[in-house]
């Protein structure tokens, strides 16, 4: 696709530059054609080649929330299917679970993981299909901040006991190490990342949004998608031809039909179905989160950074850009391309603006003559620096409506400045 269209742009390239002059080819028109081109060429999803899978894909499961209250018929169905194609999936266990809700900050009661449910675990790490990783100690929210989160804002002290004592816990039941922490509801602060480096932790696995610090030894496995856009990412992952790219799936019990008939949103048969497919495919690695650096060679701090920064830069632009750019966690040297177009994008859209707005506003040369009009620049900048200043002092995140309004006015503004020089020349020439 990216080579078909380049070819065409080489020929009207030729066509102009050797068959006509070349100064036929400077004219507006083929310059706002152009840049149309360049446009056509920065969109995401246009300029990438058909895969033939060359690239190889990583897949990692990231099952939640298995406790002492988690529905173990259904995690057992899990264990099976994951048994029967011999693939691995990580286990988030909760080895002291709150009894009520997750979100009841009162509640002190709390339920131990017990024997039934250990034994299953056990069983499935030794036979290497399940990787037992730490999700919290009771999973239940902290009173000391206004979000969802086990950990974070808690002091060092109580942190520290609160992961030491479900560490020990999990690999005095099951006799291996944990290296891999799954902090409840994704939320942790730079304390957390701090015990978990004393702690020996290798992986730390959240969303995408974290905080990071790059001098501990902590690898960052970040989930991006869910079961139901995970076709979506793998095709995704395809077009990239990123080799580094990682794909970790989050579930929990909540997302199957059996275990919530309301918010459940696929069967465990139609589960069972999609992992068979991505068996089958041959461009497709499934591991575990502790495995994963023996896959992909860089899960530093600032891959996981860059990652972030990536999907920040994606939500200052128009929402196709948002095109699902968080559900693969890129290798750096993707992202640095895709930042690279978006970056182009924020400067051709006002090139644009003034291209339009100079070709319209030197076509009305008797109103651009007029001393007043020429005013209208310098007024247009006022507005833009108080527009800008506004934003800048009053939101935390400038998104891309704002972004498209500065745009828009930088155009204005550069075209009727180009137009204005531009009579002055001819005004100077005929006298
Ligand atoms: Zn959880």
């Not at 706002?32 to 897949?59: A, H, N, Q, R, W």
């Not at 999990?170 to 509801?185: A, C, D, R, Y």
């Amino acid at each position: 696709m990216e080579r078909r269209i380049l070819h065409f742009y080489q020929q009207i390239l030729t066509k102009y530059l050797f068959k006509r002059k070349i100064k036929a080819f400077i004219t507006p028109i083929n310059f706002m054609s152009s840049v149309f081109l360049c446009m056509f060429f920065i969109f995401p999803e246009v300029g990438y080649c058909d895969s033939d899978y060359k690239t190889k894909i990583t897949i990692a499961f990231r099952y939640d929330d298995y406790s002492a209250v988690s529905d173990t018929k259904l995690e057992k169905q899990i264990i099976e299917i994951f048994s029967d194609f011999n693939i691995p999936i990580t286990f988030g266990v909760i080895p002291n679970v709150v009894s009520s809700m997750y979100s009841d900050t009162i509640s002190n009661e709390f339920i131990i993981l017990k024997r039934r449910k250990i034994n299953i675990l056990k069983k499935a790490s030794r036979e290497g299909i399940v990787e037992i990783a730490l999700h919290g100690y009771t999973h239940r929210q902290n009173l000391k901040v206004n979000i969802y989160t086990e950990f974070s804002g808690l002091d060092y002290n109580e942190q520290y006991r609160k992961i030491k004592q479900g560490k020990n816990f999990l690999e005095n039941e099951i006799g291996s190490k944990v290296t891999t922490f799954i902090p409840p509801w994704n939320s942790y602060d730079s304390i957390t990342l701090q015990v978990l480096n004393e702690l020996n932790f290798q992986f730390i696995s959240s969303d995408i949004i974290g905080q990071s610090y790059n001098n501990s030894g902590l690898m960052y496995v970040p989930f991006t998608c869910e079961v139901n856009n995970l076709k979506d990412a793998i095709m995704l992952a395809r077009e990239n031809l990123d080799n580094s790219a990682l794909i970790v799936v989050m579930f929990h019990q909540d997302n199957f039909i059996e275990a919530n008939k309301n918010k459940g949103y696929i069967s465990i048969t139609e589960f069972a179905e999609i992992i068979s497919w991505i068996s089958q495919q041959k461009d497709i690695n499934i591991i575990s989160i502790a495995e994963s650096n023996n896959h992909i060679s860089d899960l530093s701090s600032s891959r996981y950074a860059n990652n972030l920064s990536r999907f920040q830069l994606a939500y200052r632009l128009p929402p196709f850009f948002r095109y699902k750019s968080n559900i693969i966690y890129s290798s750096q040297a993707r992202i640095y391309k895709q930042k690279t177009v978006m970056y182009i994008y924020l400067i051709l859209i006002p090139l644009l603006i003034a291209l339009i707005t100079h070709l319209v506003s030197f076509r009305m040369r008797s109103f651009i003559a007029h001393k007043k009009a020429k005013l209208i620049p310098y007024f247009l900048l006022i507005i833009l620096i108080f527009f800008g200043a506004a934003y800048y002092f009053t939101v935390d995140f400038i998104g891309y409506m704002a972004i498209l309004i500065m745009q828009l006015l930088v155009g204005i503004i550069f075209g009727i400045m180009v137009s204005v020089r531009r009579l002055k020349k001819r005004i100077a020439l005929l006298h």
